[in-house]
């Protein structure tokens, strides 16, 4: 299966450390990716984790377990800007023919 | 970084056109790119995969004939939208893939149909 799921809305305060989970069926994923939306763009693309352990890139951090079908994006000192959608997405497939199948996303909001 | 571009942002357009979206890798050579749709508060579902000089593999549920995917060059692909009706009003975002499997996304193409 393909199922990604994650939490839908999550609310933190600025400054403060967040971390958004996403758990997926383990069948056929070779690697996971987050990508940050803001309303009414496109997404951009935060990290992409294909290794177990964790992957650090400044503010943002992202941690997966292939076993046990686990991801996590730790967000750091958290800014008003970083109000957003954080979607976590499987790579499905081979490398050259793969897709990446979605999560319906978590809605952050960062209060002051 | 990688850029990808969509054209246009956003269209209206009465029910029964077509419309026709460009997305364009603009400093990279993708042969693969990816058209999905988004409703509102709600992730991106894939429509379409779309290699360079062969037809578009669509996902379950997806109208081959109403959503036209062509794949030209290495760095365009479009998608037309034929006979468009209200429920096809969407977000639409095309995706390009460099080697080394990250996908860029370009900035959407809002389409509304009255």
């Known amino acids: 299966g393909q199922n990604i799921d994650q939490p839908t809305e999550m609310t933190a305060t600025e400054g403060a450390i967040v971390q958004i989970n996403c758990t997926y069926q383990?069948?056929?994923?070779?690697?996971l990716f987050w990508y940050q939306q803001h309303a009414g763009e496109a997404p951009t693309f935060l990290s992409y984790?294909?290794?177990?352990g964790l992957e650090e890139k400044g503010r943002f951090s992202s941690f997966l377990s292939r076993s046990k079908g686990y991801s996590y994006l730790l967000l750091k000192e958290l800014q008003m800007k970083d109000s957003a959608s954080y979607l976590c997405a499987g790579f499905h497939g081979s490398s050259n023919t793969g897709k990446l199948i979605f999560g319906q996303g978590t809605t952050l909001q960062v209060k002051p | 970084g990688a850029v990808v571009s969509q054209h246009p942002s956003w269209v209206i357009c009465k029910s029964g056109t077509s419309v026709k979206i460009e997305c364009r890798s603009l400093?990279?050579?993708?042969?693969?790119m990816f058209w999905y749709r988004q409703f509102p508060k709600q992730s991106l579902m894939l429509m379409a995969t779309?290699?360079?000089?062969?037809?578009?593999?669509?996902e379950q549920g997806v109208e081959k004939d109403k959503f036209l995917i062509n794949h030209a060059s290495l760095t365009l692909s479009t998608l037309t939208v034929t006979s468009a009706h209200p429920e096809d009003s969407s977000f639409y975002i095309c995706s390009a893939r460099t080697v080394g499997d990250t996908q860029y996304f370009g900035p959407g193409t809002r389409l509304t149909v009255l």
């Open positions: 383990t069948s056929g994923f070779n690697g």
């Open positions: 400093d990279f050579q993708a042969t693969t």
């Open positions: 984790n294909v290794l177990d």
């Open positions: 779309s290699n360079e000089g062969s037809k578009a593999t669509y």
